[in-house]
C-alpha cells in the first residue's frame, strides 16, 4: 500500500511538471505572435510586399472600371463594411461603388497582419506626388491610395520590388484624409528630402520627416492620376 501512495504522487509530480511546461510553451509561442511584426523571414516579407503591391494594382484597375462606366471621378464611392468615412453623397447607385460587384467588382482587403501596425487603408484626394501631372502644377490631387505605419523590412522590400534604391525620405507633410468625392485645392507633396527619388512615381514607400514622423513608414500608390 505504501509503494502504492508513491506511484501515485511520483504520477501527480509528472502531471504537474507537464502542465507547467505546456503553459510556458504556450506563453513563448503567444509572445512570438504578437512581435512577429519584426520577425518576418525575407521570403515572408518578400511575399508580404507583393501582396500589398498586387493589391493596390488591383484596386487601380477596379477605379479604371467604374470610370469606364461613365462615372465621374468625384462621384466615386470606397464605402466599406470595415472602414467609415467613406460615404459619398453624390453616390446613388452601385455602379459607382468600387468595393460593389455593380461596380468595381472587387472585394476590400484588409492588411494582413504583421505588415503594419494595424492601421487600415487609406483612400484620400489630398495628395500630390511631385511630376505626376503638369511640371509646377502642384494644385491637383491625385486620388491616393496608403498603407501608414508598414515596419521597415516590409518598406525596404515594396521599394525592392518595384525597383527603387532604398528608403527615400519624404520632405513635407502627406494626408490621410478619406475620399468622399472632393479633391483638395491645396494637396500635400509627396517628394523625397533634398532628391529626386519620388518625383512622378506612382508607386513608393518612403520614410516619414514631419507628419507623419521621422522613423515611420508609409507605401503609397496613384490610383487616378489627374492633370
Same mark, same amino acid.
Not at 507583393?50 to 477596379?62: C, G
Not at 516590409?154 to 502627406?174: K, R
Given at each position: ?13 509528472? @502531471? ?18 504578437? +512581435? ?8 515572408? =516579407? ?8 498586387? !493589391? ?9 472600371? &467604374? ?13 466599406? =463594411?470595415? %472602414?467609415?468615412? !467613406?460615404?459619398?453623397?453624390? *453616390? ?29 487603408? &487609406? ?5 500630390? %506626388?511631385?511630376?505626376?501631372?503638369? @511640371? ?13 505605419? &508598414?515596419? +521597415?523590412?516590409? *518598406? ?13 525620405? +519624404? ?9 468622399? #468625392? ?5 494637396? +500635400? ?15 513608393? *514607400? ?8 521621422? #522613423?515611420?513608414?508609409?507605401? !503609397?500608390? &496613384? ?5
Amino acid at each position: 500500500m505504501p509503494r502504492s501512495n508513491s506511484e501515485s504522487g511520483n504520477v501527480f509530480m509528472f @502531471i504537474m511538471l507537464g502542465i507547467a511546461l505546456f503553459a510556458a510553451l504556450m506563453f513563448t509561442f503567444s509572445r512570438g505572435a504578437h +512581435e512577429g511584426g519584426g520577425r518576418l523571414s525575407k521570403k515572408q =516579407a518578400e511575399m508580404a510586399a507583393m501582396d500589398i503591391i498586387a !493589391y493596390a494594382n488591383k484596386l487601380e484597375r477596379a477605379v479604371a472600371r &467604374v470610370q469606364q462606366k461613365g462615372i465621374s471621378e468625384n462621384d466615386i464611392s470606397f464605402d466599406n =463594411a470595415f %472602414v467609415s468615412g !467613406y460615404d459619398n453623397a453624390s *453616390c446613388t447607385t452601385n455602379t459607382c461603388k468600387v468595393f460593389s460587384t455593380g461596380g468595381g467588382n472587387i472585394t476590400y482587403q484588409r492588411p494582413s497582419d504583421s505588415v503594419n501596425d494595424g492601421s487600415d487603408w &487609406v483612400i484620400t484626394g489630398a495628395n500630390y %506626388v511631385k511630376g505626376m501631372g503638369a @511640371i509646377g502644377d502642384e494644385t491637383d490631387a491625385e486620388l491616393t491610395l496608403v498603407l501608414p505605419n &508598414v515596419t +521597415e523590412t516590409i *518598406c525596404s522590400q515594396i521599394n525592392n520590388e518595384l525597383g527603387i534604391d532604398g528608403i527615400p525620405q +519624404e520632405f513635407q507633410d502627406s494626408a490621410t484624409t478619406p475620399f468622399q #468625392g472632393t479633391f483638395s485645392s491645396t494637396p +500635400e507633396l509627396i517628394e523625397e528630402n533634398g532628391g529626386t527619388a519620388l518625383d512622378g512615381v506612382s508607386s513608393a *514607400c518612403f520614410e516619414g520627416d514631419n507628419t507623419p514622423a521621422s #522613423g515611420t513608414y508609409h507605401f !503609397y500608390h &496613384v490610383l487616378v492620376k489627374r492633370p
